[in-house]
């Protein structure tokens, strides 16, 4: 049963701390998204790749926000330096994306981040 | 640009009682229609999906596209309590790349 991984699980850090989180796309899927859900904002994209380019970064705090793909099994999103008002839980998401494809999301558990 | 909107929630039902919650989209293209289900601490997962005028179903939900008003309305005629948890509607539009455009979600309780 594929499934997209994702680590850590929870995150407790401090105001001003590098957060990496790290994504495992289910194998095959060529698009990945991450996305971060709070009781005020509810679902909100961050970026996403195809093909491991970033094709949208628009959600994203550019100034201290990043989100890679080094290779087709990794996908990471650091903050630099984190805030209180990052914490949320981060969701990794992937599809299958082409001609004839429906583009589906399967998400990963989800990376619980809390900053103090 | 995309518009899902979905019904306000919270909802709140008995045990056996028949849900409806809804669900219509703007969209200018061909889409694809999506109901993801999110139980309490967990990710949101697929419910079901569709193209076209075609019905389908899943763990006793229902949904129907319906072309003509733009809707995609979810049913279960019968709830249990295990089916508490938030629903969102999404859209990928095929102008839209890749993205799926989620509605704001419902908050269904069901209560024994």
């Known amino acids: 049963d594929a499934r997209v991984t994702q680590t850590p699980r929870h995150k407790v850090t401090e105001m001003g701390q590098e957060v990496t989180m790290r994504c495992q796309p289910i194998l095959g899927h060529n698009t990945v998204f991450w996305y971060r859900q709070t009781m005020m904002q509810g679902l909100e994209l961050l970026a996403y790749?195809?093909?491991?380019?970033?094709?949208?970064d628009s959600g994203m705090p550019k100034d201290r926000f990043s989100a890679e793909m080094p290779d087709a099994t990794l996908a990471t999103l650091k903050i630099q330096p984190s805030e209180p008002r990052d914490s949320a839980v981060y969701f990794c998401a992937s599809g299958l994306g082409g001609r004839g494809r429906s583009y589906e999301q399967y998400f990963g558990p989800g990376t619980r981040l809390t900053v103090t | 640009g995309d518009s899902v909107t979905q019904t306000e929630g919270p909802v709140t039902l008995p045990e056996r009682a028949a849900l409806t919650l809804n669900c219509t989209y703007q969209?200018?293209?061909?889409?694809?229609l999506f109901w993801y289900v999110q139980y309490l601490n967990k990710e949101p997962e697929l419910l079901l999906k569709?193209?076209?005028?075609q019905e389908t179903d899943s763990r006793g939900f229902q949904a129907s596209p319906i072309k003509s008003d733009s809707s995609f309305h979810l049913e279960k005629p019968s709830v249990q309590l295990s089916d508490s948890a938030v629903y969102y509607c999404?859209?990928?539009?095929?102008?839209?790349?890749?993205?799926?455009?989620f509605g704001a979600g419902t908050t269904v309780t069901v209560r024994a």
């Open positions: 790749f195809r093909n491991r380019a970033p094709l949208d």
């Open positions: 569709s193209s076209e005028n």
């Open positions: 999404a859209l990928r539009d095929l102008a839209n790349d890749y993205k799926l455009s």
């Open positions: 969209s200018s293209y061909s889409t694809f």
